[in-house]
C-alpha cells in the first residue's frame, strides 16, 4: 500500500526590519497614548461633575430665595384675605401657590441632606393646612385664629432652606476639590505607571532590534578579522536574516578562497625550493672546484649565484612567515592574566641569543600588573621587541625593560644601547617587511617582527609605540606597550 505523501510545514516568516520598528514604535508609544486619553478622560469627568455641581449651586441658590420670597408673598396675600375679607384674593393666592409648590419640586431635586428633606416636607405641608384653613375661613367669611403665626413659621422654614441651598453649595465645593485632589493623584499614578510601560516597551523594542544588529556585527568583525570557521546565523527581521545568509555566503566564499591561497603558497613555495636547492647546490659544488677550477671571473658570477638564490629563497620564507602571522592575528582570547607572566617567557626565550652576544637584561618590574590579553600573543610581542633590542645592542651592551602602572595603565618599555632609529625611518618601522637602514642589512630580519607585535597589541586593546629615548644610559630605540589594567 502506498504510503501517503506528506504535508509540508509552512515556515514561519519573520516580520521585516521595517515592521519591527513600527512594532517597537507603538511598544514606546502606545501607553503614553493611553496615558494622554485617561488624563483626557479624567479632566472631562471633573470638568462635568464641575458643571453639574455650578449647575445645582445654582439653581438651589435661585429656587431657595424663590421659596422665601413666596413664602413672604403667600403670608402678605393671606394677611389681606383676613383682614380685608376679599375672597377673590384667593385666586391670586392660589397662583402663588403653584409657584411655590413648583419651587418646593424643584428644591426637592437637589441632593439635600434628610433633615433640610424633611424641613422642605414640613413648609409644603404647613402650607397645605394653612391654604385649607384660609380658604374655609374666606367661604365662611369667619377670622382664622393663628393664621400669622402659621405663615411666620412658614417663612422660617423658607429661609433655613435659604441657608441650605448655602450649605449645599459648601458640600459641593468640598466635593469638587476632594475629587480633584483623587483625580490629579490617580493621573499621576497613571503617567508614571504608563511612562513605566513606555520605557519597557522601549527597552524591549531596543533588544528585538539590537540583537540582530549585535549579530551582524560580530560576523562582520569575524570575517573582517580572518575568522572563517564559524558559520553565520542570524535570527531576527527577515531582511536581516536574509542578510545573514549572504554573509553565510561571503564566509563560505572567503573561505573557499583562503584555502585556494594557501594551497598556492604551498604549491609555489615547494615548486620555487626545488629548483633553489638545485640551483645552490650547483652553485656550491662549482665554489668548491668540484667540476674543475673557476677563473675569477667565474667564481664571482658562482657568488652572485649562490647570494641571490639564498635571497630568492629568505624572500619565500618571509612570505610564508607572513601568512602565519595573518592566522595568528584572528585567534587572540583575552583572559585576565599577570603581565609579569608573558614577560618571563619573553626574558626566558632571548637568554641564549643575549649571552651569544654578550648581552644583558635588566628587568624592573612590580609584583602584579594584572590585564585582560593572550599571554601567548603577549610574550610574541615582547619576544620581539627584546629580539630587536638585542640584535641592534652593542656587544657586551645591556637592555632594560620597565614595566609599571602609569594612569591607569600597564606600561611597558624595552631601552637599548644600540645605534637607535633614524628619524627618517620612525614612521616605516611598523610597516610590513620593513627590514631597517641599509647600515644594519646584516642584521635585518624578516621585515615583519615590529608590524606582527603592533597588531597584536592592538588586537589586545593595547597600543606599540616608538618613544623618544630619555635615558642616557640607554640612547637606542626605545619602544613602549600599553595595556588598559583591570579594575580591582
Not at 96 to 117: C, G, I, N
Not at 280 to 296: Q, V, Y
Request: net charge negative; with cysteine.
Amino acid at each position: 500500500m502506498p504510503s501517503r505523501p506528506s504535508v509540508p510545514r509552512r515556515r514561519l516568516v519573520a516580520p521585516s526590519f521595517r515592521t519591527l520598528l513600527t512594532v517597537a514604535f507603538l511598544l514606546a508609544a502606545l501607553p503614553l497614548v493611553g496615558a494622554l486619553v485617561e488624563s483626557v478622560t479624567g479632566l472631562e469627568r471633573l470638568s462635568g461633575e464641575a458643571r453639574q455641581a455650578v449647575t445645582q449651586a445654582a439653581a438651589g441658590a435661585r429656587a431657595s430665595r424663590q421659596l422665601a420670597d413666596q413664602a413672604l408673598t403667600l403670608e402678605r396675600i393671606a394677611r389681606q384675605v383676613e383682614i380685608l375679607a376679599d375672597a377673590s384674593l384667593i385666586d391670586d393666592y392660589s397662583t402663588v401657590r403653584q409657584r411655590f409648590k413648583a419651587t418646593s419640586s424643584e428644591l426637592a431635586l437637589l441632593p439635600l441632606s434628610e433633615d433640610q428633606l424633611a424641613t422642605l416636607n414640613r413648609a409644603v405641608e404647613s402650607e397645605e393646612a394653612l391654604f385649607a384653613r384660609l380658604s374655609g375661613a374666606a367661604r365662611e367669611g369667619t377670622r382664622m385664629a393663628g393664621l400669622a403665626e402659621g405663615y411666620r413659621s412658614l417663612s422660617d422654614s423658607a429661609t433655613r432652606l435659604l441657608a441650605a441651598s448655602n450649605e449645599i453649595n459648601d458640600r459641593e465645593v468640598t466635593r469638587l476639590a476632594t475629587l480633584a485632589a483623587d483625580t490629579e493623584r490617580q493621573l499621576w499614578w497613571r503617567l508614571t505607571a504608563m511612562i513605566g510601560l513606555s520605557l519597557t516597551g522601549a527597552v524591549l523594542a531596543s533588544w528585538l532590534v539590537a540583537r540582530p544588529l549585535k549579530a551582524l556585527d560580530r560576523a562582520v568583525r569575524r570575517l573582517g578579522e580572518g575568522d572563517f570557521s564559524r558559520p553565520v546565523a542570524v535570527s531576527g527581521p527577515a531582511d536581516f536574516e536574509e542578510l545573514g545568509r549572504r554573509l553565510e555566503w561571503t564566509r563560505q566564499r572567503l573561505a573557499d578562497l583562503e584555502d585556494q591561497k594557501q594551497r598556492l603558497l604551498r604549491h609555489v613555495s615547494h615548486e620555487l625550493k626545488t629548483p633553489l636547492t638545485a640551483l645552490r647546490e650547483g652553485a656550491a659544488l662549482l665554489k668548491e672546484g668540484a667540476l674543475g677550477d673557476l677563473s675569477p671571473a667565474q667564481g664571482e658570477v658562482v657568488g652572485i649565484l649562490d647570494d641571490q638564490a639564498r635571497q630568492l629563497q629568505a624572500l619565500i620564507e618571509r612570505f610564508l612567515d607572513y601568512q602565519r602571522a595573518l592566522q595568528d592575528l584572528g585567534r587572540v582570547e583575552l583572559i585576565p592574566l599577570d603581565l609579569a607572566e608573558p614577560l618571563r617567557t619573553a626574558v626566558d626565550a632571548q637568554r641564549l641569543a643575549a649571552q651569544a652576544r654578550g648581552v644583558g637584561i635588566a628587568v624592573a618590574a612590580p609584583a602584579a600588573l594584572r590585564v585582560r590579553g593572550d599571554a601567548d600573543k603577549l610574550a610574541t610581542v615582547m619576544d620581539n621587541l627584546l629580539s630587536n633590542a638585542v640584535k641592534y645592542s652593542p656587544e657586551g651592551g645591556q637592555v632594560a625593560v620597565w614595566l609599571a602602572a602609569e594612569d591607569g595603565a600597564a606600561v611597558l618599555e624595552v631601552c637599548d644601547q644600540g645605534p637607535g632609529i633614524a628619524p627618517e625611518a620612525r614612521d616605516q618601522v611598523f610597516q610590513w617587511f620593513y627590514r631597517g637602514a641599509p647600515g644594519h642589512s646584516a642584521l635585518a630580519g624578516s621585515g615583519l617582527g615590529l608590524a606582527i607585535a603592533r597588531e597584536l597589541a592592538e588586537a589586545q586593546g593595547g597600543r606599540l609605540t616608538l618613544e623618544d629615548g630619555a635615558d642616557p644610559d640607554y640612547p637606542g630605540a626605545a619602544f613602549r606597550l600599553t595595556l588598559p589594567l583591570l579594575a580591582d
